[in-house]
């Protein structure tokens, strides 16, 4: 089975501009969920996708959103882009939304703000 | 203050011996807890996962441990190898929204 996968792997973008990133989760799972990671923060929680509606979202501002479709694939987008935005950005899918679902991490997308 | 602290930041170890690594949290209600391995460039992996009642839990060579009193959780690394070499990362998952906390992680680097 294909595990979670996420384009693109590496961007580049400049402060102001905005990007998306893509999540494809492990078919059968209906659940994804966004993180963001940095040396000095860690993995921080941005949302979680079920059935296509938003199910929990992490403390960042609204530049920061997402959505998912019917397929369960999901897109994040981040607008306005600032230097402290240039993280991994990791996407997990688990096959339903809850406690002890296990959660398959894709290889993330490494995003650097010029 | 993060509900999930761990300790230490980094630590190297020589090849074949043994490592404990520790991790405290606040996180209530309690559901699970879980530790990751991530290699450098890649996405966090699964290692264990312990509830409320479990103690103990074993993948191969990584033993993970539970007082859920004292709310402290170790993953002790056996007979270390190179691949060893990764970040650590403790996660608690809360009973009533799922949300999930976050450790910063612990770096082991293995050296021959």
């Known amino acids: 089975k294909a595990g979670v996968t996420q384009t693109p792997r590496y961007l580049i973008k400049t402060r102001g501009q905005q990007v998306t990133l893509s999540c494809s989760p492990i078919?059968?799972?209906?659940?994804v969920s966004w993180y963001q990671q940095t040396p000095g923060q860690g993995l921080q929680f941005l949302f979680e996708y079920f059935s296509e509606t938003q199910r929990n979202k992490g403390n960042f501002p609204g530049r920061f959103s997402g959505r998912q479709f019917s397929n369960s694939r999901s897109e994040m987008n981040v607008s306005t882009l600032e230097l402290g935005d240039s993280a991994l950005y990791l996407c997990?899918?688990?096959?339903?939304?809850?406690?002890?679902?296990?959660?398959?991490f894709g290889p993330g997308t490494r995003l650097t703000v010029l | 203050k993060n509900q999930v602290e761990q300790s230490p930041q980094s630590l190297i170890i020589l090849e074949g011996k043994n490592c404990t690594l520790q991790?405290?949290?606040?996180?209530?209600?309690?559901?699970?807890l879980r530790w990751y391995k991530q290699d450098t460039g890649r996405g966090p992996v699964s290692l264990t996962i312990?509830?409320?009642?479990?103690n103990t839990k074993s993948n191969g060579r990584y033993t993970a441990t539970l007082d859920a009193d004292t709310k402290q959780s170790s993953l002790h690394i056996t007979a270390s190898q190179l691949s060893d070499s990764a970040s650590y990362i403790c996660?608690?998952?809360?009973?009533?929204?799922?949300?999930?906390?976050f450790g910063a992680g612990t770096t082991v680097t293995v050296r021959a």
């Open positions: 991790c405290n949290y606040t996180v209530s209600p309690f559901s699970n």
């Open positions: 312990m509830t409320f009642s479990e």
């Open positions: 997990a899918s688990s096959r339903d939304s809850g406690s002890e679902n296990e959660q398959f």
């Open positions: 996660v608690v998952r809360k009973t009533d929204d799922y949300k999930l906390s």
């Open positions: 078919s059968g799972h209906r659940s």
